[in-house]
C-alpha cells in the first residue's frame, strides 16, 4: 500500500479507520445509556408547570416515601427531535426529589413530533390517575379540547374531514365523551372551564392552584364565563369569583339519609318511585350532564329490580 492510500484511511486526528469506527460505535451505545440521557436532561418551565403542581405538604410525603422505599416509578423524558436534549414530561417531583437527595431513579423515554403532542400525552397520563379531584380532571379534560380544536392539521390526522370549525369541535368534543364517559356538552363546557381558569390563573396563580386542589369551591359557571371575558375585564372578574360562595343545596336537592331505616319489602316501591323521576328527566333533557347520569340511575334500579330477591 502506497502512502497515499494509508492517508486517505487516516481520520481527523491521526487515528486510523479501525480506531476511529470503533470510537464511534463506542460513543453511540453510550448515548443510549440512562446515564448519558440523564446527564441531558433538562427542565422546561412549560413542561413543569403544565400539570398541577404538588401542595408543600404532598411534596413532603412525596420526599419521605421516595427516600425511605426509593423511587420505584420512572421518569417520563421526551426526546426533541434531531436534537440531544431530554425534557421531563413526568416526574417533575420526583426528579428533583432524587438529585436533593442522591437517589437513582430510572427513565422512560418518548418521542413526539412537537410539544404539542407531548403536552398532550402529558394530559392523558394524569386523566388515567385516581387521585384527581373533579376539577383537575374537568381542566384536562378541556385542555385536551381546545388544544385539538386549535390544530386542524392533528384533527385531520384523526380522521375528520375539514368541514366549518363547529363541525370540528363538535367531532371533537364527541370523541372525547366517548373517552371518558361524558356527555357532549359536557367536554364543550370543560373546554370553557379550562380557558377561563387559565385566565384566572393569569391573575391570581393562588387561586387556579385552590380551585384545582379542590381547596377553594368556586362556581364552574362562573369560570366559564370568563372564557369571553376580554384582558381588561379579567382582575375585575376574578375578584368576583372569590367574593362569591357556591349557593347552598335546596332541601330537595340534599341526599339526607332517613332516620329510620327502611323496610326491605318497601325498596321495590321506592325503586320504581326513583325510576318514574329519572325517566321524566330523560325525556326533558337532551343528551346534557343531568341526562347521562339519569341513564344511569334507571340502569342501576333496573339491575336491583331483576337480580334482587326481594321476598
Same mark, same amino acid.
Given at each position: 500500500?502506497?502512502?497515499?492510500?494509508?492517508? !486517505? !484511511?487516516?481520520?481527523?486526528?491521526?487515528?486510523?479507520?479501525?480506531?476511529?469506527?470503533?470510537? *464511534?460505535?463506542?460513543?453511540?451505545?453510550?448515548?443510549?445509556?440512562?446515564?448519558?440521557?440523564?446527564?441531558?436532561?433538562?427542565?422546561? =418551565?412549560?413542561?413543569?408547570?403544565?400539570?398541577?403542581?404538588?401542595? *408543600? #405538604?404532598?411534596?413532603?410525603?412525596?420526599? #419521605?416515601?421516595?427516600?425511605?422505599?426509593?423511587?420505584?416509578?420512572?421518569?417520563?423524558?421526551?426526546?426533541?427531535?434531531?436534537?440531544?436534549?431530554?425534557?421531563?414530561?413526568?416526574?417533575? %417531583?420526583?426528579?428533583?426529589?432524587? @438529585?436533593? &437527595?442522591?437517589?437513582?431513579?430510572?427513565?422512560?423515554?418518548?418521542?413526539?413530533?412537537?410539544?404539542?403532542?407531548?403536552?398532550?400525552?402529558?394530559?392523558? &397520563?394524569?386523566?388515567?390517575?385516581?387521585?384527581?379531584?373533579? *376539577?383537575?380532571?374537568?381542566?384536562?379534560?378541556?385542555?385536551?379540547?381546545?388544544?385539538?380544536?386549535?390544530?386542524?392539521?392533528? &384533527?385531520?390526522?384523526?380522521? %375528520?374531514?375539514?368541514?366549518?370549525? %363547529?363541525?370540528?369541535?363538535?367531532?371533537?368534543?364527541?370523541?372525547?365523551?366517548?373517552?371518558?364517559?361524558?356527555?357532549?356538552?359536557?367536554?364543550?363546557?370543560?373546554?370553557?372551564?379550562?380557558?377561563?381558569?387559565? !385566565?384566572?390563573?393569569?391573575?391570581?396563580?393562588?387561586?387556579?392552584?385552590?380551585?384545582?386542589?379542590?381547596?377553594?369551591?368556586?362556581?364552574?359557571?362562573?369560570?366559564?364565563?370568563?372564557?369571553?371575558?376580554?384582558?381588561?375585564?379579567?382582575? *375585575?372578574?376574578?375578584?368576583?369569583? !372569590?367574593?362569591?360562595? =357556591?349557593?347552598?343545596?335546596?332541601?330537595?336537592?340534599?341526599?339526607?339519609?332517613?332516620?329510620?331505616?327502611?323496610?326491605?319489602?318497601?325498596?321495590?316501591?321506592?325503586?320504581?318511585?326513583?325510576? &318514574?323521576?329519572?325517566?321524566?328527566?330523560?325525556?326533558?333533557?337532551?343528551?346534557? #350532564?343531568?341526562?347521562?347520569?339519569?341513564?344511569? @340511575?334507571?340502569?342501576?334500579?333496573?339491575?336491583?329490580?331483576?337480580?334482587?330477591?326481594?321476598?
Amino acid at each position: 500500500m502506497g502512502k497515499l492510500d494509508k492517508l !486517505k !484511511k487516516i481520520k481527523p486526528g491521526g487515528v486510523a479507520d479501525d480506531a476511529f469506527s470503533q470510537v *464511534e460505535k463506542a460513543k453511540s451505545k453510550f448515548k443510549t445509556t440512562d446515564d448519558y440521557i440523564k446527564s441531558k436532561i433538562e427542565i422546561h =418551565p412549560d413542561f413543569r408547570d403544565w400539570i398541577h403542581p404538588l401542595s *408543600e #405538604e404532598e411534596y413532603k410525603q412525596l420526599e #419521605e416515601n421516595i427516600i425511605e422505599e426509593g423511587c420505584r416509578e420512572p421518569l417520563v423524558v421526551w426526546q426533541v427531535p434531531n436534537a440531544e436534549t431530554y425534557y421531563i414530561i413526568d416526574g417533575h %417531583n420526583r426528579h428533583r426529589v432524587c @438529585t436533593s &437527595n442522591n437517589v437513582h431513579f430510572n427513565i422512560v423515554v418518548k418521542e413526539f413530533v412537537d410539544a404539542a403532542e407531548a403536552k398532550e400525552w402529558m394530559l392523558l &397520563n394524569q386523566l388515567g390517575r385516581r387521585n384527581l379531584t373533579k *376539577e383537575q380532571a374537568a381542566y384536562y379534560r378541556g385542555l385536551i379540547y381546545n388544544q385539538r380544536k386549535s390544530d386542524p392539521k392533528k &384533527n385531520l390526522k384523526r380522521g %375528520n374531514s375539514p368541514k366549518s370549525q %363547529n363541525d370540528t369541535s363538535g367531532n371533537i368534543a364527541e370523541e372525547l365523551s366517548k373517552q371518558y364517559n361524558t356527555s357532549r356538552a359536557g367536554i364543550l363546557r370543560d373546554g370553557k372551564f379550562a380557558e377561563g381558569l387559565d !385566565k384566572v390563573g393569569s391573575v391570581d396563580p393562588v387561586l387556579k392552584r385552590q380551585v384545582l386542589g379542590g381547596k377553594t369551591k368556586v362556581k364552574k359557571a362562573d369560570v366559564e364565563k370568563l372564557a369571553k371575558a376580554e384582558a381588561n375585564e379579567i382582575k *375585575e372578574e376574578v375578584s368576583k369569583i !372569590k367574593k362569591v360562595k =357556591p349557593a347552598l343545596k335546596t332541601a330537595s336537592q340534599k341526599k339526607v339519609m332517613p332516620n329510620d331505616s327502611i323496610n326491605l319489602a318497601d325498596l321495590p316501591k321506592l325503586l320504581h318511585k326513583t325510576m &318514574n323521576t329519572h325517566r321524566k328527566i330523560v325525556k326533558a333533557n337532551k343528551q346534557d #350532564e343531568q341526562y347521562f347520569k339519569s341513564l344511569g @340511575t334507571l340502569e342501576l334500579c333496573e339491575q336491583l329490580l331483576a337480580k334482587v330477591d326481594w321476598k
